[in-house]
């Protein structure tokens, strides 16, 4: 698959950095797209009830964390995989890396995941990547630069009625809600139900969160998130004009639930939860 120079494809002002992870992103990508196919059960690893591994998350960990290590030889490295993690005192930037955010359509040969990296500072996310490698559709966002995919500025949908926005959301496993009642989660689902023009559940909650900064979705959450899957998302809804909070309002802290949505749905969606806590 070709593409554009990484210059084409980032802000006009990005970043040394950031254009570290977007090639990196990039090169990893390869190793993703080229071995998709569906997996048999041995080859895939559960790491907790329908969690799954498969042996392209652990190699294309290695290819970013690889290339993080070379090019910030002093920052921390948190890979969902747990390959060569690092740490380091606690004004130490971190590198987040989610190689494969939905791996359970990867596993099954569905063309549809992200590939994440994120840089923390001081508590604060300050930039990220999010690349889809199968549309060769490369997200990014520096704190105070904007959004961008491919190279052109995105910005939220601004969509106020509500039977005309496109909201989605997560469909949990066992033991995934804990923000909120399940109960409350799938009334929150069913209210979607009764009052937009859909709800749409897409396998990756990074590309489900990078299309609400470009106005695919208007709306997500889901809970039982780690960083490593929504930070560079919640980045990007941030810089594309977008709301990004807990069920409960509160502002996103490390891991948990994530609610992120246009300025004109976010108070909506948010009293889906409210009103039952």
Same mark, same amino acid.
């Given at each position: !698959?070709?593409? #554009?120079?990484?210059?084409?494809?980032?802000?006009?002002?990005?970043?040394?950095?950031?254009?570290?992870?977007?090639?990196? @992103?990039?090169?990893?990508?390869?190793?993703?797209?080229?071995?998709?196919?569906?997996?048999?059960?041995?080859?895939?690893?559960?790491? +907790?009830?329908?969690?799954?591994?498969?042996?392209?998350? @652990?190699? %294309?960990?290695? %290819?970013?964390?690889?290339?993080?290590?070379?090019?910030?030889?002093?920052? +921390?490295?948190?890979?969902?995989?747990? @390959?060569?993690?690092?740490?380091?005192?606690?004004?130490?930037?971190?590198?987040?890396?989610?190689?494969?955010?939905?791996?359970?359509?990867?596993?099954?040969?569905?063309?549809?995941?992200?590939?994440?990296?994120?840089?923390?500072?001081?508590?604060?996310?300050? !930039?990220?990547? %999010?690349?889809?490698? !199968?549309?060769?559709?490369?997200? #990014?966002?520096?704190?105070?630069?904007?959004?961008?995919?491919?190279?052109?500025?995105?910005?939220?949908?601004?969509?106020?009625?509500?039977?005309?926005?496109?909201?989605?959301?997560?469909?949990?496993?066992?033991?995934?809600?804990?923000?909120?009642?399940?109960?409350?989660?799938?009334?929150?689902?069913?209210?979607?139900?009764?009052?937009?023009?859909?709800?749409?559940?897409?396998?990756?909650?990074?590309?489900?969160?990078?299309?609400?900064?470009?106005?695919?979705?208007?709306?997500?959450?889901?809970?039982?998130?780690?960083?490593?899957?929504?930070?560079?998302?919640?980045?990007?809804?941030?810089?594309?004009?977008?709301? %990004?909070?807990?069920?409960?309002? +509160?502002?996103?802290?490390?891991?948990?639930?994530?609610?992120?949505?246009?300025? @004109?749905?976010?108070?909506?969606?948010?009293?889906?939860?409210?009103?039952?806590?």
């Amino acid at each position: !698959m070709t593409s #554009s120079p990484i210059s084409a494809r980032l802000s006009p002002t990005a970043s040394f950095r950031l254009v570290v992870l977007a090639e990196t @992103v990039l090169k990893a990508g390869e190793t993703a797209r080229g071995s998709l196919r569906r997996r048999t059960s041995a080859e895939m690893l559960a790491k +907790a009830p329908r969690d799954y591994q498969t042996e392209i998350d @652990v190699a %294309v960990e290695r %290819v970013i964390v690889d290339e993080m290590a070379k090019a910030f030889p002093d920052y +921390a490295i948190q890979g969902e995989e747990a @390959v060569g993690n690092r740490t380091a005192g606690p004004e130490t930037p971190v590198i987040y890396i989610d190689p494969i955010d939905g791996t359970t359509n990867y596993a099954w040969g569905i063309p549809h995941f992200g590939m994440t990296i994120s840089i923390v500072e001081s508590g604060r996310l300050v !930039m990220g990547v %999010v690349y889809d490698a !199968m549309q060769d559709e490369l997200f #990014s966002a520096e704190i105070g630069g904007g959004a961008y995919l491919n190279g052109e500025r995105i910005r939220c949908a601004d969509v106020g009625d509500v039977e005309n926005v496109l909201v989605g959301a997560g469909l949990p496993i066992p033991g995934q809600v804990t923000a909120v009642a399940e109960a409350t989660y799938f009334e929150a689902i069913k209210r979607l139900m009764a009052n937009t023009a859909g709800v749409r559940r897409l396998g990756s909650a990074a590309l489900s969160i990078a299309y609400v900064a470009c106005g695919r979705l208007d709306g997500f959450f889901e809970d039982g998130l780690e960083i490593h899957d929504f930070g560079a998302s919640a980045l990007l809804v941030e810089e594309a004009g977008g709301i %990004v909070t807990r069920f409960s309002g +509160a502002a996103v802290e490390g891991k948990g639930d994530i609610l992120a949505a246009s300025k @004109v749905l976010h108070p909506w969606l948010l009293e889906g939860f409210r009103s039952k806590m």
